[in-house]
Structure formats: structure tokens, C-alpha cells
């Protein structure tokens, strides 16, 4: 009789200790949605991550009988980035982390999953488990940033632009292409990009990029405007983006919803009004930390202005000014280097 493969999952988290609560929110959803995989192997790079964040998650990790859980000691990783001079993401280095400890890990199988914390996974995973690559490194899904970005990277308006925020790795061919060393080299030469590992991504991988199903990084974007207005204003349209009936079938039963949208709260805040709030409630209340206070929503002016003006003005407004601030920041770029060459 032949045997059966295994069913075998790994997963890479990363954080600080402050968004500890955020990932075990998105991995109590992973491990719900996923009790008929044989294996879920979870790898937490966490940046000086407490004692007690640490043994939550050990506790969340241990009422799964087909989990496991390992940290990953990312200290040599940031060592690594200080010393490249590598430019932090809102001060800090949690975002590049991935990019170097990917060539540690000791998996089972040929692939990894990147998840970042802002996830709800609301169904089973088992579909990413014999996706085939097609030679490529890695597997993304579009980004649902204005198209006008790209040429801040120096894409083509036509090329596809792509969300890390869920990143299936070939690990295989990561390992046999050394490609960490790869990013490494890259880093040592330029890494101020606006949207950090993400652009990085666009730029290094180009054309070696697999597009994945919306249904695995749906933004919750799509829940906070019409699909249509988003696609119109941010100029998104085939073949660099989904059609709107790809995201229309997804709308109601995506596998997993990506929480980009932030403008009235993040969705694990309290008192925030964001679309898909119900659902972090739910996973929240199985983890942990269920009996402790989460940060309460900020309101500002944009909150304010979201529920008082029509949506298609507001959008409009929107990215008119994620527009300006791009402009801002390639203005700021140009005249350092102008002034290095100096």
C-alpha cells in the first residue's frame, strides 16, 4: 500500500514584543482553520520578545496537537542589518528580519509561509501545500497600492507590483540559489525604499514572482470601499491586478483576509471601526491574553472626514495625499544623493 504524504505546513511570524498579541490573534485563526493538516511548524522571529509573550504563545501553540513551535533568536539578523547600514522601517529592523532568517530554518518540506500579524486565516491552508512554483522564488499576491509607486522603483506601470505581507517561499530554491547572500549583496548597496522589504522584493525578484490567488492576501481594503471605486482611483486593472469578478468571488470566503486599512482603527483595537473587526474579536478571545486590555483606537481627522464625506471624494483625497507623500520621500532621496555627490 503506498503511503500517504504528509500534510505539512510551515509558517514564519515575525515581531516585537508590542505586536506579540497581533500574532498570536493570527495564529489562533491559522491553527482553528487548519486541525486537518498532520503538522503546522511555526517559526516566531521575535525582536525582544518578553518571557511572558513568549510563554503565551507557548501555551496558545500547545492546545493544538499538530502544532509546534519554535523561536527564532533574531539578534545576529539585526546585528547583520545595523551593520549594512541598512535603512529601519519606522525605526526599527522587524521587517527585514525575515529576508535573512529564511536560510536557517530547518523545515520537512520544500516551502515556507510568511505570514505577517495583521492576518485573520478564516480556512484550511492545504492548497499552498502543492501550489507549483513553475521555477519561481516565491509566490505573492498584487498590492492594492496606486499604481503610480512603481515608478518611484523603477517598475513599469504595466509590471505587477507585489504585497509581502504573505509571501509563499520556494524554500528550496532560496537555499540552492543562495538567494540570502543575494539580499544581503542588495542591502549593502541600497535599502531606502518607502515601503522597505516589500519594494525590495519588486525590484530583486522581479520576473521570478509567482502571482498567488487573491483568495490567499485579501485585502481589507476591498471591505472599506467599493472594489470597483478601488480599482478605478488606484488605476488597478488586468494583467498587473485581478479582475473585479476574481475579487468578487473571493469577497465573502476568502482563505486569508491581509488587514491593510487602518483609517478608523486597527482592527484589535478597542473601540476601532474596522470592517473586519468581529473577526479579531473572535480569535482574540481564544488566546492568551483574552483578559487583557488591547490599545484603544486614535481618532483623527481622517476618521472623522471617512464617515462624513462620500466615499469615491474621500478616496480621492486619499490618494492624492499617499501620492504627495511618495513624491515627498523620492524628493527627499534624490537631493541626498545629489548632495553625497557632491
Known sequence: MPR????ILNVLYQSDDNYAVVSAISIASLLE???????????????????????RLKKLVEKYPNAYLTFINPNAYHKKLQKLGVKPW????????????????EIKTDRVLYLNPHTI????????????????????????????????????PTDGYYNCGIMLI???KWLKDDVSSQVIEHLSKKSDYVIADQDLCNVMFRGQIKTLDIAYNFSSA???????????????????FYSYDEIMTNYYSPKIIHSLYGIQGKPWEVGNKHPNRLLWQKYFALTPWKNTELPHAKKTLVWYLYDVLPRPIFMQLYIMAVERKFAEVDKEKTETTEANVR
Open 4 to 7: 500517504v504524504k504528509k500534510k
Open 33 to 55: 482553520n487548519n486541525k486537518t493538516l498532520d503538522e503546522i511548524h511555526i517559526f516566531y522571529c521575535g525582536y525582544k520578545l518578553s518571557k511572558q509573550s513568549k510563554d
Open 90 to 105: 519606522h525605526g526599527v529592523y522587524v521587517t527585514w528580519l525575515k529576508m535573512l532568517a529564511l536560510a536557517d530554518l
Open 121 to 156: 486565516i478564516t480556512s484550511s491552508l492545504d492548497g499552498l501545500l502543492e501550489l507549483d512554483f513553475e521555477k519561481n522564488i516565491m509566490a505573492l499576491a498584487y498590492d492594492t497600492l496606486t499604481n503610480q509607486h512603481k515608478a518611484t522603483i523603477g517598475l513599469q
Open 170 to 172: 520556494n524554500h528550496k
Open 222 to 240: 476591498f471591505y472599506a470601499y467599493r472594489p470597483q471605486d478601488l480599482l478605478r482611483i488606484n488605476n488597478l486593472k488586468q494583467p498587473y
